[in-house]
């Protein structure tokens, strides 16, 4: 793995940008990968910045979401879908239609997971992957547990997960328990993937994806056996 370590978020979120819009000038029709969270917030706003000024031309892209929770409304502020279209989608030239999140109100969850997957092998696989890692490891949802699964799937997200996700929501609010995600074979097929890492509270995950080991405890670091990987991270997570 490449492991880029910047000295702030702005500074790693605009090398973030840099790599997608070169992929965009290499390929316009790429099939991008995205991730939601918090950690690339910035490199969005970068991308915005980049396409106003004429430096990024999404008019061609597909997209597609690593997750989404389960149940949830598209509607809903808390969505994986709403959060893609406010902070991303609606300021930049992209097609709508050809964004694609899974459907957080499927009465089918398999068939929508299993469908997910083929979609993405029909439009020739991802070419660029963008990831977050959990405090507790995860890469999109797969959570830390005795065995990972492969394809796209619905999972239960594990207590640690919806502690740092609670943030988002309000004490009204009722956060969902599930969620449906791209699973580790799907997210290793894409041909190339970044993964952006900022803050200490990460520098854990963090060192155990880079340990030369692979372990189910920690689901990114199975990223070890990808051939083209990026890892863009701020000083505090990298750590001494
Ligand atoms: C989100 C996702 C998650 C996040 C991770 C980090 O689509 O797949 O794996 O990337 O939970 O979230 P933040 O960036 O909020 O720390």
Request: net charge negative; proline share 4%; charged share 25%.
């Amino acid at each position: 793995m490449k492991v880029l370590v910047f000295d702030s978020y702005e500074e790693m979120s605009a090398a973030g940008a840099e790599i997608i819009c070169e992929q965009l000038k290499n390929k316009p029709n790429s099939v991008l990968g995205l991730a939601t969270g918090s950690t690339p917030i910035g490199m969005y706003d970068a991308l915005a910045e980049e396409c106003k000024k004429g430096n990024a031309d999404f008019s061609k892209v597909t997209s597609v979401n690593l997750d989404e929770y389960y149940p949830i409304s598209p509607d809903n502020k808390q969505s994986y879908r709403y959060t893609m279209n406010s902070t991303l989608f609606d300021h930049i030239n992209i097609d709508i239609n050809k964004t694609h999140v899974l459907d957080g109100m499927t009465n089918d969850p398999d068939k929508t997971c299993k469908a997910y997957d083929e979609f993405i092998d029909s439009i020739g696989g991802i070419d660029l992957q963008v990831l977050g890692i959990g405090n507790n490891g995860h890469i999109a949802f797969n959570e830390p547990d005795e065995w990972l699964e492969v394809g796209t799937h619905k999972t239960a997200l594990t207590e640690s997960t919806m502690q740092a996700n609670a943030r988002y929501f309000s004490a009204d609010e009722v956060m969902p328990t599930h969620a449906l995600t791209m699973g580790i074979g799907s997210i290793m097929k894409a041909r190339k993937i970044i993964i952006l890492i900022n803050g200490a509270k990460k520098t854990d995950a963090l060192k155990k994806m880079l340990s030369g080991k692979l372990s189910t405890d920690c689901p990114a670091s199975m990223l070890q056996l990808h051939p083209d990987v990026t890892v863009i991270c701020d000083r505090a997570a990298y750590g001494e």
